[in-house]
């Protein structure tokens, strides 16, 4: 079983839309959760830490439920510009803090 | 912006030939890692640095080493390059803060023939 597992897609979805991804991880030990975004041929960009309450930025909500072991991510109103693919991320050591990655879940807003 | 640079960003190569790949920042961070990027694995940390000249391996590192003299450069290296290390290799930085986030340089896409 991977550590780290999330749905590939791909979502098509119509602008405007609300749309959600999960995410699960094995290690219970894990400490810090993240979610990241890569457009096609670039770098992962930091989306946003994902915090125990919930957590949210703009269109963009969070949430982490440890006791399922799954991270979420929701979009409201998607934007063109949120075609990209969605990489769930997770450390299990503090200090070095290495991250372990999903393969990512590839969103398309559709106009 | 992180302040993250690689070099080259490009490169193909022969099966056999040495590589180096090179990461350099601008912002004096202690954390530095190289990860490789292939289709169907996510990224895979490859080595990673918490100081000058202090390197550890990662789940990948089988085939590579790395150096790093000096802060703002972490250099990945292929020994014998193989077909098998065709990937998009990206360098990463890890800010101290609340929390401790990474940040990703550009990649580097080699080709290994």
């Known amino acids: 079983r991977k550590e780290v597992e999330q749905d590939p897609g791909p979502f098509n979805v119509p602008e405007g839309a609300t749309v959600a991804f999960n995410c699960t991880y094995s290690n219970s030990a894990s400490q810090s959760f993240f979610w990241y975004r890569q457009d096609c041929r670039k770098e992962p960009k930091l989306l946003m830490s994902v915090y125990s309450s919930g957590n949210e930025d703009g269109r963009f909500t969070a949430q982490l439920n440890r006791a399922s072991q799954y991270i979420s991510l929701l979009i409201r109103d998607s934007k063109l510009s949120d075609s990209a693919t969605y990489l769930c991320v997770v450390t299990r050591n503090f200090g070095n803090e290495k991250l372990t990655f999903g393969t990512g879940t590839r969103l398309t807003i559709i106009p | 912006d992180a302040g993250i640079t690689q070099s080259p960003r490009h490169k193909v190569t022969e099966t056999g030939t040495p590589v180096t790949l090179r990461c350099h920042q601008t912002e004096n961070h202690r954390y530095m890692y190289w990860y490789r990027q292939d289709p169907g694995h996510g990224l895979r940390l490859i080595h990673y640095s918490y100081g000058v000249k202090d390197t550890d391996k990662g789940e990948v590192s089988d085939g590579y080493s790395v150096s790093r003299s000096k802060t703002e450069d972490f250099l990945l290296t292929l020994e014998s390059a193989t077909s098998s290390q065709t990937s998009v290799y990206f360098c990463?930085?890890?800010?101290?803060?609340?929390?401790?986030?990474?940040?990703f340089g550009p990649g580097t896409r080699l080709t290994v023939l």
């Open positions: 990463a930085i890890r800010e101290t803060g609340k929390d401790n986030e990474q940040f």
